[in-house]
């Protein structure tokens, strides 16, 4: 199945539960009225302490940078070709455009955000 993914960046100067509490309670609400009956399966992760794993935490040495600049990733599981093409058609659609934007300024940076899709792999290896 295609997955979509979306690295969206908080606002400057909002704080991390106002973005959180926007992006779950208006923004994913706002999209699911549009969008919704196009996916399979709908994932937000939050990511929070990160190392950089090759030279551990960023306060530990301030030459390196750890981390990510994303405050959320968020992957969508789109449920078929048909799904996809009326996802891209929906997406180019002025009115929805319009009202999706409006609602991005109001919590997320929209020039740091990024989507594409991506090729998901299932295989052994780490576990034997």
């Known amino acids: 199945m295609k997955k979509m993914?979306?690295?969206?960046?908080?606002?400057?100067?909002?704080?991390?539960?106002?973005?959180?509490n926007h992006y779950e309670n208006v923004?994913?609400?706002?999209?699911g009225?549009?969008?919704?009956?196009?996916?399979?399966?709908?994932r937000r992760y939050y990511p929070q302490n990160l190392n950089n794993l090759y030279h551990g935490r960023p306060d530990a040495d301030a030459g390196h940078d750890s981390g990510t600049c994303y405050d959320a990733v968020a992957v969508y599981t789109i449920?078929?070709?048909?799904?996809l093409?009326?996802?891209?058609?929906?997406g180019q659609d002025p009115g929805f455009q319009r009202i999706i934007t409006e609602d991005e300024e109001r919590f997320c940076d929209r020039a740091?955000?990024?989507?594409g899709f991506a090729d998901e792999f299932f295989g052994s290896g780490l576990n034997g």
């Open 85 to 90: 093409q009326e996802l891209i058609r929906i």
């Open 27 to 31: 923004h994913v609400p706002l999209c």
């Open 112 to 115: 740091a955000t990024v989507e």
């Open 33 to 42: 009225e549009r969008i919704g009956h196009l996916i399979q399966e709908f």
């Open 79 to 83: 449920k078929d070709e048909a799904a």
């Open 5 to 20: 993914i979306v690295f969206i960046k908080k606002k400057e100067g909002m704080s991390f539960e106002d973005f959180r």
